[in-house]
């Protein structure tokens, strides 16, 4: 099993960046790919980007440009970091690892951003 930890979310005005930080634990050798999704009040849990365990990433296409999902094995951490923020961008961001062939998923805490002036 994974244990997933977010942080570094917090409040931002319009432009600013914040870098988010998800640190797992457990059996991490079995990660196959880890995610960020944001939910914003009222409305659905949608995937904002991710990046698979041979490094390839993909991005929603209101984030791309403005977002940057990256890794550090040494730290079993991955990064999501935040350019160009706009209030549309507030939710609560999650983050959200699989296994091989979706075979088990863990899901964070979630971690509050808020873009607002």
């Known amino acids: 099993q994974v244990q997933l930890v977010e942080s570094g979310g917090g409040l931002v005005q319009p432009g600013g960046s914040l870098r988010l930080s998800c640190a797992a634990s457990g059996i991490i050798l079995n990660i196959a790919a880890t995610s960020w999704y944001r939910q914003a009040p009222g409305e659905q849990r949608e995937l904002v980007a991710t990046i698979t365990s041979g490094g390839g990433t993909t991005y929603a296409d209101s984030v791309k440009g403005r977002f940057t999902i990256s890794r550090d094995n040494a730290k079993n951490t991955v990064y999501l970091q935040m350019n160009s923020l706009k209030p549309e961008d507030t939710a609560v961001y999650y983050c959200?690892?699989?296994?091989?062939?979706?075979?088990?998923?863990?899901w964070g805490q979630g971690t509050q951003v808020t873009v607002s002036s």
């Open positions: 959200y690892a699989r296994g091989i062939g979706s075979a088990w998923g863990s």
